[in-house]
């Protein structure tokens, strides 16, 4: 969701930069400004609207698409600064900012893709079509990224999926071809112009295959000059393999059982399930047991301080004092520290990256010397590690993660359409009011 949303972001900032009509936008506000638009406690001004339609145009003629009649255009693209406009009065509300690396990240991701090396030079490239178009440009992106943060952070809280939602997928034929599960089927096909002669043999078809698996035997016992028995063994097929129709039937099967009577326009089908088994490849992954003692700068407590504060708790661990005690006096991760520092089996990717990679990098038993995250200094220890599988997790996190893609975009449409519509809008223009001018 994040990857495709931001790629859009990227995309849509870059086409805005190639237009020549986009310059103005990103330089100074022009004397002769007007206001088109009032969205809450800010403003709308003619020239953003002019930029909007600029960049609108562009993109219908880029898709090759009709370009709409003027005032119908400038509605769009007024009714696409609303929008916007209102998601960043949440952006103010709720005081979201990307970082200084992730944007510096995105703005050379467009530099790049406008064949500029560098932030030095794409600057220097903006700046000489217009002053501060390079401000106003990495203003912009700034904008997007935290929109996205904001969207990311409300419309996930609004996706709940239960335990049964993702049971179900992982039975549906959509979820056993997702976590590659395969099947042995046999499957029959009853075809012929006398419909009653083909549904009468088509249940004699169903009631042999219940004993036997002997499908060219079953071919030639029930073929007629009026109806075509066609049965073949599949062997081991992936659901994603056989036509959805057929796949919804077969993963709802218990093995030896056969479909009910499948009508479609070639004949009539009947299939039978064999065998069952899952995906071959197993997530087997290595997991860590550690445990750790966290020192966090804070009001009273000075980065000096902690740092201190840590090398002499390792001094302390190096002397032969107990980690477990130390742990539970000084940590200020309560709740590892209530056991002795023990955060238990840890998978790889479940911390921030600098401790991921210090307890994978750390032989088993050893005590680290003091590092530092986000969180502070830290000091840990790997006590035992194992190879865990951790198929079943894998592909619930999976499940998780397809059916949130499948919510998140009609989530999002519904906020969008739920922040417009909450927003205090006052357009100054009747013509560009949509209200105004419904036939």
Not at 125 to 152: F, H, M
Not at 161 to 166: A, E
Not at 389 to 407: N, S, V
Not at 409 to 415: C, F, I, K, T, V
């Amino acid at each position: 969701m994040k990857t495709t949303q931001l790629k859009r972001i990227f995309k849509a900032t870059t086409l805005a930069l190639c237009l020549s009509a986009a310059v103005p936008v990103f330089a100074a506000g022009q004397p002769k400004d007007e206001v088109v638009a009032v969205v809450d406690n800010s403003v709308i001004l003619r020239s953003d609207l002019e930029q909007s339609i600029s960049e609108l145009t562009h993109q219908l003629q880029a898709q090759k698409k009709t370009v709409p009649p003027e005032q119908y255009l400038q509605q769009q693209a007024l009714e696409q600064l609303i929008a916007r406009q209102a998601q960043l009065e949440q952006v103010k509300r709720y005081n979201i900012k990307p970082d200084e690396k992730s944007l510096n990240e995105a703005v050379l991701k467009v530099a790049k893709d406008s064949g500029s090396t560098s932030l030095e030079a794409f600057q220097q490239k903006l700046d000489a079509l217009s002053p501060n178009t390079y401000a106003g440009l990495r203003n912009r992106i700034a904008e997007d990224l935290a929109i996205n943060r904001l969207r990311q952070q409300i419309v996930t809280s609004r996706i709940h999926i239960s335990d049964s939602d993702v049971k179900n997928f992982l039975n549906s034929p959509q979820g056993q071809a997702a976590i590659g599960s395969q099947a042995h089927v046999l499957h029959v096909r009853i075809s012929g112009t006398d419909q009653a002669a083909v549904e009468k043999t088509a249940n004699l078809v169903k009631a042999e295959l219940n004993n036997s698996n002997d499908v060219k035997a079953i071919n030639q016992k029930f073929s007629t000059n009026g109806v075509k028995v066609e049965g073949a063994d599949m062997g081991f097929r992936s659901l994603s393999d056989i036509p959805a129709e057929l796949a919804a039937r077969v993963s709802t099967l218990q093995e030896g059982q056969t479909t009910e009577l499948i009508p479609v326009r070639d004949g009539t089908h009947v299939l039978k399930l064999i065998e069952r088994k899952g995906a071959d490849q197993k997530a087997i992954v290595s997991q860590f047991q550690t445990r750790h003692i966290l020192i966090q700068p804070s009001e009273v407590v000075s980065p000096e301080d902690a740092k201190q504060q840590i090398d002499s708790i390792y001094t302390r661990l190096k002397n032969g004092e107990d980690f477990a005690v130390l742990a539970g006096t000084f940590s200020n991760d309560p709740g590892s520290a209530r056991d002795g520092g023990s955060l238990g089996w840890v998978t790889p990717g479940m911390m921030v990256p600098e401790f991921d990679a210090k307890m994978q990098s750390t032989p088993k038993g050893q005590i680290t010397e003091p590092f530092q995250t986000q969180f502070g200094w830290h000091i840990l220890q790997v006590t035992d590690t194992r190879q865990q599988d951790m198929t079943k997790e894998y592909q619930e996190r999976m499940a998780r993660q397809i059916l949130g893609e499948r919510q998140f975009d009609a989530e999002l449409d519904s906020w969008l359409r739920e922040t417009r519509n909450n927003a205090f809008v006052d357009i100054k223009d009747p013509s560009l009011d949509r209200k105004n001018n419904r036939s």
